[in-house]
């Protein structure tokens, strides 16, 4: 849940998207359960002190890069228009990758 989320309480489209960032996370780490160590108020704490949920391995760069993204300030996240549009050039780039690794064989 987005820091403004769980300290005022208010949903918006931007904690929605704070929460979007989480569940790319939970898919890239093959279903890994987040903050796992710490308490409720202790993820609260490490949020707002700018910690964030490290990396998995099987995340490509930009898709992290989208992540962290999301998990910043509320008026600095993006939008979920601009979420799908990051996440199709992903895939195109991705998809020609798989065709340039085919064409070298």
Same mark, same amino acid.
Request: glycine fraction near 4%; aromatic fraction near 6%; proline fraction near 7%.
């Given at each position: 849940?987005?820091?403004?989320?769980? &300290?005022?309480?208010?949903?918006? +489209?931007? +904690?929605?998207?704070? +929460?979007f960032?989480v569940?790319?996370?939970?898919?890239? +780490?093959?279903?890994?359960?987040?903050?796992?160590?710490?308490?409720? /108020?202790?993820?609260?704490?490490? &949020?707002?002190?700018?910690?964030?949920?490290?990396?998995?391995?099987?995340?490509?760069?930009? /898709?992290?890069?989208?992540? /962290?993204?999301?998990?910043?300030?509320?008026?600095?996240?993006?939008?979920f228009?601009?979420?799908?549009?990051?996440?199709?050039?992903?895939?195109?780039?991705?998809?020609?990758?798989?065709?340039?690794?085919?064409?070298?064989?």
């Open positions: 849940m987005a820091p403004e989320s769980l &300290v005022i309480g208010i949903f918006t +489209s931007q +904690s929605d998207v704070w +929460s960032g569940l790319m996370w939970e898919i890239t +780490s093959l279903g890994e359960q987040p903050y796992t160590a710490k308490t409720n /108020l202790e993820v609260l704490e490490y &949020v707002r002190a700018g910690g964030r949920l490290p990396k998995p391995l099987n995340c490509p760069p930009l /898709l992290h890069q989208l992540i /962290l993204r999301s998990w910043s300030a509320e008026n600095e996240r993006p939008n228009k601009l979420c799908l549009e990051n996440i199709i050039a992903l895939r195109k780039d991705m998809e020609d990758a798989q065709l340039n690794a085919v064409d070298i064989i």
